[in-house]
């Protein structure tokens, strides 16, 4: 069995973003060299997400206000996380909504999805560089 690790670095500008990464992803499948087996890509820190769905802008707004609906940014106060001088405990919940990673097959070499099936990194405290891990194991 072989194993492939690679470090996928954002530096989201705003505090919120969708970003579609399934072209990186596929990039490091192919470093890999991998043609079965199975590939993990999870967000590597507590305020940001590894999703799959639809790549469609309408979607990925539905998201926005959703998510703000379930955990508005503001005010800060409304989270006791905020009261050790940080301003994103809606981040974190954001997060746990969206998940923290996927897990994809990996069959003749391509990522075995679904239709219209896409990774995202999903970016709920930006402004700061950030990293997603890829991983990949099999034959």
């Not at 959703?66 to 940080?86: D, F, M």
Request: with cysteine; aromatic share 10%; charged share 30%.
């Amino acid at each position: 069995m072989k194993s492939y690790r690679k470090e996928l670095w954002f530096d989201i500008p705003g505090r919120r973003a969708f970003v579609n990464i399934t072209p990186q992803v596929g990039k490091c499948l192919r470093e890999s060299g991998i043609v079965e087996g199975l590939l993990l890509c999870n967000a590597m820190h507590i305020t940001a997400s590894v999703f799959i769905n639809d790549d469609e802008s309408g979607l990925h707004e539905d998201y926005e206000r959703w998510l703000e609906r379930l955990a508005p940014h503001e005010p800060v106060s409304q989270y006791l996380h905020n009261r050790t001088g940080e301003d994103n405990g809606d981040a974190h919940l954001k997060r746990q909504v969206m998940g923290r990673e996927v897990v994809v097959a990996v069959t003749g070499g391509k990522l075995d999805f679904g239709p219209w099936e896409q990774i995202f990194y999903g970016e709920f405290d930006g402004g700061r560089r950030k990293r997603v891990l890829v991983k990949v194991i099999g034959a």
